[in-house]
């Protein structure tokens, strides 16, 4: 019933830009705060962006490695949210994710989290 579906993955140059989109059905996208999470192989899931529902003001949140680099934002007429990718590195080349913020605490523990995409891969190389 809930799906989640990222696209906008693919290979692309050190330095280069995608953008990620995440089309969300079967839930009140509206009420919903958005994460996009990240897993490399080998390495712990990793909390990337976060934006709050428009009811809580849509501030945005992100983590360490990827501010200044990264901007989320979401368009609640398409149901969708989105993570703009620019300034990319190889150390960003993992599955990317979305999923709906269903808990009370951290936005980066992925465990707040009941609705997820399948994921959508990102490859920096040169």
């Known amino acids: 019933q809930v799906h989640l579906v990222e696209s906008g993955g693919g290979l692309v140059q050190p330095g280069g830009s995608l953008r990620l989109s995440c089309a969300a059905s079967g839930i009140t996208f509206i009420v919903y705060p958005m994460s996009w999470f990240r897993q490399a192989p080998g390495k712990e899931r990793e909390g990337v962006a976060f934006i709050t529902s428009t009811s809580g003001g849509g501030t945005t949140y992100y983590g360490d490695s990827v501010k200044g680099r990264f901007t989320i934002s979401r368009d609640n007429a398409k149901n969708t949210v989105y993570l703009q990718l620019n300034s990319l590195e190889p150390e960003d080349t993992a599955l990317y994710s979305c999923?709906?913020?269903?808990?009370?605490?951290?936005?980066?523990?992925?465990?707040?989290?009941?609705?997820w995409g399948q994921g959508t891969q990102v490859t920096v190389s040169s």
């Open positions: 999923a709906a913020f269903t808990s009370e605490g951290s936005w980066k523990n992925q465990f707040n989290y009941n609705y």
